[in-house]
């Protein structure tokens, strides 16, 4: 592998998203966009609107986060009496039935996870926006881990989903699926999509422009 | 000999011809831009008829099997689906039919869709925006995660019930790795090279 000393951009190129060819940025005027020669996909320098975007759905993933975490996220109905589970007390029972390994499971996919990519993305944002040249290349693996770990947070959701199955079929008790689920889902797919809109490359055109 | 950028740094390489599986790690950032594939059509082709006939097992055979004393009933793979559904999430229930029924399917479809043509020397029409699906609904296929969730409900239940897994979840269990290997014999940029012109 060899490497020039340039980035796409200061070469006056722009690569394909999609099929990673390299072709030259024509001096296009406003409304009129480039398409990639190989795979027909519009041709953008950076992501559009990458930090507004992402800033918008780590938001919204925000305020979805309370109700999932406040509200039930099972309802489970025996003998006349009604329990409601968060996914908290999800993982307490977990801790007092001895098995703490699930109960980790559970936590870091449901709870950690998702706080941790809310810290880790407006982090990178901040850093951007203040155009900070500090550890790009930390930063640059911050975000590749946050693409990774994100979908694991779909856990509980699908806990929830074999549970109502198999709890009801085995007749065990009455058993829904309660309102946290819906906005859990959300947190989910907002933060996936949030990491997705940020563009990586933004940290390293600060780091080439300073230098 | 061909140029790319990084896709997350945007630092451009000259790529040689790689050995076999050898990864191309940017200089810079650290990211493994791709990794060089020998044999990328019929490793691809194998691993996906493969992975298709596991996913028909998984399809037609019991899932999860709840033992409660003398009761005893068999879940299959969209029963909670169903479930959902009927209780009226309808967004949650689809959202888990994609995630880990309709994806892998929709991936390995894609993938015959692309490498059977390539296989036979032919051309197909859409094939490009085939291609470009299957590449964006990678992060959506979620049948690893579903597999710990069913880990996790065993435990749950099992102070309650027996839970006895069927066929269908060692099939799905296989099926994880199977579509795994499917997925990493792909070589995009090999891929791509014979899609050009296809517009
Ligand atoms: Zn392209
Ligand atoms: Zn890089």
């Known amino acids: ?211 | 000999m061909h140029q790319i950028a990084c896709h997350e740094c945007d630092l451009i390489h000259d790529i040689p011809s790689m050995p076999d599986r050898a990864a191309a790690v940017c200089v810079r950032c650290g990211c493994v831009m791709f990794r060089a594939q020998k044999d990328s059509i019929d490793r691809t082709l194998a691993w996906t008829f493969a992975g298709l006939v596991l996913y028909a097992v998984v399809v037609s055979f019991p899932f999860l099997a709840i033992k409660n004393g003398p009761i005893g009933n068999e879940t299959g793979l969209l029963t909670g689906i169903e479930f959902l559904y009927r209780q009226g999430i309808i967004p949650l229930a689809v959202l888990v039919l994609l995630t880990c029924i309709l994806m892998p399917l929709i991936q390995m479809l894609g993938l015959l869709y692309i490498f059977i043509p390539l296989k036979l020397n032919v051309r197909v029409k859409y094939a490009i925006p085939v291609f470009r699906l299957f590449k964006h609904i990678k992060p959506w296929s979620m049948m690893e995660i579903y597999m710990l969730g069913i880990l996790v409900s065993i435990v749950k239940l099992g102070k309650m019930a027996t839970i006895v897994p069927g066929l269908a979840v060692i099939a799905f269990g296989l099926l994880i790795f199977v579509l795994n290997f499917a997925l990493s014999a792909v070589d995009e940029h090999m891929v791509w090279e014979n899609l050009e012109g296809d517009l």
């Open chain 1, 1 to 211: 592998m060899k490497a020039t000393h340039a980035s796409a951009r200061q070469l006056g190129l722009v690569s394909c998203p999609d099929c990673h060819l390299l072709s030259r940025m024509k001096k296009t005027s406003a409304h009129e966009a480039a398409y990639c020669s190989r795979c027909g996909r519009e041709l953008q320098q950076r992501k559009p609107n990458s930090i507004m975007r992402t800033w918008a759905l780590v938001i919204a993933a925000m305020v979805f986060y309370i109700p999932a975490n406040l509200l039930p996220m099972t309802i489970t109905s025996a003998l006349g009496s009604v329990s409601t589970d968060t996914i908290m007390s999800g993982v307490i029972y977990f801790i007092h039935s001895g098995s703490w390994e699930i109960a980790l499971v559970i936590f870091t996919a449901s709870v950690f996870i998702p706080f941790l990519k809310f810290v880790i993305l407006i982090y990178l944002l901040l850093s951007v926006q203040f155009k900070s040249i500090r550890r790009p290349k930390d930063r640059t693996r911050f975000y590749r881990f946050t693409e990774a770990v994100g979908r694991w947070s779909m856990l509980d959701i699908y806990v929830v989903t074999i549970l109502v199955a198999l709890v009801k079929l085995g007749f065990l008790a009455d058993i829904e699926a309660g309102p946290a689920a819906i906005y859990f889902a959300a947190v989910v797919v907002t933060t996936m999509i949030a990491a997705e809109s940020f563009d990586p490359r933004l940290i390293w055109d600060v780091v080439e422009d300073r230098s």
